[in-house]
């Protein structure tokens, strides 16, 4: 039985898996942006920076991993393809 239904489109176990581009870059720095905001939020709160300061650094921060990320989400990707018979 296959592990995960949703991981060729719905096909059957033997069916390939059909070819996806990475996600837009603003999901990449959305995503980035939210999971910099929870990893510093506490910190920056213990130190009394304001809240907007920590949402303007939390989409600094995204902005600058979104390549990265997006990078590495292609090369999963690829890996994936390469491994479907």
Known sequence: ???DPGANGGAGPGAPRLHR???PY???VAVDALIAFCATVFLLW???VPFW???VIAWVLGFAAAPFTRRWEQRQL???D???P
């Open 21 to 23: 581009d990475p996600r």
């Open 82 to 84: 390469a491994s479907t």
């Open 53 to 55: 300061a920590m949402i």
């Open 26 to 28: 603003l999901v990449h």
């Open 46 to 48: 213990l130190f009394g």
């Open 78 to 80: 690829d890996e994936r």
């Open 1 to 3: 039985m296959n592990a």
